[in-house]
């Protein structure tokens, strides 16, 4: 029986894979990757490869066996047709009696269009039979904190939200409930909203900003009509900028909020507080 982690090189799927090397043997451990050589660290530590590509259903034949429990960290080719992508390992799950899949999900609250392939994957695997978790992870602090050059840069953090309010939390927290479904007992077909303990704003983000790095950064609020703008200015391709505009517009209506408390439940910790991830971001 073996832990199975999709995506294991991305940002996610890599806090994953580490986290679990402090909890079970690393033989235990099966990291599919694309390209080997980005994962050669983690086959240092003993972690077992299986390169596998969400575009080549062929190359999942035979991946995974009975027992095996397996995290489907979802895609993030928006234009390659992530549900189908999605299928291919759902369908290879199931061919392998697997015992448990665990997908990455987003919030039922949320009705942007980046929601839509989410929902259709959970169809899928709700109805493919196989035992599952739903782990509906909210925003990452990161969607931010790894954007700060340009704020700081113009002294302005822009987004199209107006006052609407964000529970997130670091990659490393939704990890944590990754790692503790995957090594836990009882979480079969169910549904965790995860989400940060406390929710804020941008314009507090802005003041954080300000109050760490000790300049006066403003929250400009502008419509989702010039956020496009301003995201295709800065190269971010027309559909992309237009669901990144299409999140901004579920958060003004805090589609993003998430009170459940199920991810700091799950971990058996705070979630990380945004002040921390600002402070680790500027440091870096």
Not at 14 to 31: G, N, S
Not at 207 to 225: D, F, K, M
Not at 234 to 259: C, H, N, Q, W
């Amino acid at each position: 029986m073996s832990i199975v982690v999709t995506g294991a090189t991305g940002h996610l799927g890599r806090h994953v894979v580490q986290q679990l090397l402090e909890k079970v043997p690393a033989d235990r451990i099966t990291a599919v990757v694309r390209d080997r050589d980005r994962a050669a660290d983690l086959a240092a530590r003993g972690v077992r490869l299986a390169v596998a590509d969400y575009n080549a259903p062929e190359t999942f034949d035979g991946l995974f066996a009975a027992g095996d429990r397996v995290l489907l960290v979802s895609g993030n080719e928006f234009d390659k047709g992530r549900v189908g992508q999605h299928t291919v390992v759902i369908d290879a799950a199931k061919k392998a009696g697997v015992a448990l899949l665990a997908y990455t999900s987003a919030p039922s609250s949320l009705t942007a269009a980046l929601a839509d392939d989410h929902r259709a994957t959970e169809e899928v695997l709700v109805g493919s039979g196989v035992p599952y978790v739903l782990l509906r992870n909210g925003w990452y602090h990161e969607n931010y904190t790894e954007q700060l050059a340009p704020v700081l840069e113009h002294g302005a953090v822009v987004q199209a939200a107006g006052e609407g309010r964000v529970s997130s939390a670091s990659r490393a927290d939704y990890a944590a409930a990754a790692v503790a479904v995957l090594t836990g007992e009882g979480h079969e077909n169910k549904a965790y909203e995860l989400g940060g303990d406390e929710a804020w704003s941008f314009a507090e983000y802005a003041a954080e900003l300000s109050r760490q790095t000790g300049r006066e950064i403003a929250y400009t609020p502008v419509s989702t009509e010039a956020y496009t703008g301003i995201l295709t200015g800065a190269g971010v391709p027309a559909p992309l900028a237009e669901v990144f505009a299409g999140v901004d517009a579920a958060i003004e209506k805090d589609e993003l909020v998430v009170s459940t408390g199920d991810l700091s439940r799950l971990t058996g910790r705070p979630t990380t507080p945004l002040a921390e991830a600002v402070a680790a971001a500027l440091k870096g």
